[in-house]
């Protein structure tokens, strides 16, 4: 993943309602979830929700695929995991950052 894409990445994740959408599609792994369920389960509004899913759907993080007349929209796993990765690809200086190291190393 490069600067750019992670930038649009977490642009799209910093909004209330579209972290919302995408941490309950991410908890519905890869069948994701149609707009209509996550409509009722988020309790927004279906317009609004378009909106945010179109937001994500740019940001790559989103997939969308019609299935019959209904929009199923599944989490962009792969993608998280790189944007993670690329989060995290300098984290305490090339050294592994475990939870044990914290104890044993003050820098961590």
Do not use: W
């Amino acid at each position: 993943m490069n600067e750019k894409a992670a930038v649009l990445a977490l642009a799209a994740l910093a909004q209330e309602a579209r972290l919302r959408v995408f941490r309950a599609l991410v908890g519905a792994g890869p069948e994701g979830m149609t707009p209509g369920a996550l409509s009722a389960m988020l309790d927004i509004p279906a317009s609004t929700l378009s909106f945010h899913l179109k937001e994500l759907v740019h940001a790559d993080l989103v997939s969308v695929e019609r299935e019959g007349r209904n929009l199923h929209y599944r989490p962009a796993l792969g993608r998280m995991n790189e944007l993670l990765a690329y989060l995290t690809a300098h984290c305490c200086m090339g050294q592994p950052c475990a939870p044990g190291a914290a104890k044993r190393r003050s820098t961590c």
